[in-house]
């Protein structure tokens, strides 16, 4: 991400509403009327979700930290301006990639990060994709990083957990960076398609929101709802994995089309739970436990989105009614900072 980009978003309206309207009710689902334990999210200057967590409530804040919150900065020179511009110090604030700090085993931060599970609100904010069209790996780094959370939350025993996934959602000029690759897409609708088959609860839902279309017509003629459907799917078979159900998710869609080509932020919000199998009630499903049984209650937010659920803001319709809803607040919060003297960078032995 460009710092320029990054400015954009930290003083955003329609963001500031996201977090406010999104981030922050289920933040509180956990942890009602205290504050959190445990809160990981990704750098973004001059970290407006923390302080507005904070303000909300949500965090412990001594005056100099904020408790329990582990921040992750992709580039060492975000360590000090991040530091330089907040209103305190994470409790843990890393430099470096968190896909690597997740699957690497044995350097001094990617243990730090380990030792920090279970969290109970994790943000992934991405602000670019989950998988780019240039990405050509089989997998893409951020989709490993997401599953390996899961793990970790599962081998820490966690049995509750909000999380939020941000990406670039928009269909794009051919080969830009932010549209999704064509084998992503593709992979998304396989998913839903075998939902639709395997699942009753998801047909339903799906039939009753989209009609007798496939998930390939889905993606052509309805991508606004194609990509919330199939990313939410995609989570859900990822958290199946470790034996979590989502709960609860919600979506909302910040445009950027104030010039062309627009650009869509999708975010995505769910609540997470630890569950059992549930039990089997015909002769064909007594042990043979499938992980569709732990992606039963997806069928909801296919409802919703398919009931146009999904809560679309926009640049040019939105910014200037929420700017003067958030504008001064976000000043504000930007604004807020402390003289912490900046820890000298250790490399890793």
Known sequence: MSKSFDERMARCPLKQDIRDKLWVPYARKLAGRGVLSKYLTLYSPPMMDIKHLQRKGLLAYDGE??????????????????????????ELFLEGDINHLLTEKKTRRAKQLRNMFPFQVINLDYNNSVFFREDDKRISENLKGIGEIFRLQRQANCREFVLFVTTRADAGARGSRGQLSGSFLDDLSKRITENVKMSQAFSRAYRAAFGDVSAKALQREKYRDFVPVGIAKLVAGMLAVQRYEIISADAHMLVRDDKSPEIWLLHLAFRVRLEQVPRATTLGGLGR?????FERKLARFVRTVGEGGVTWLRETADRERLETQHGEYMRELASQTVDLPIPEHREDA
């Open 289 to 293: 436990p499938r992980k569709l049984d």
């Open 65 to 90: 930290t904020f408790n329990g919150v582990v921040t992750v900065a992709y580039e060492e020179a975000h360590f000090g301006d991040a530091i330089s511009r907040s209103s305190g110090r994470p």
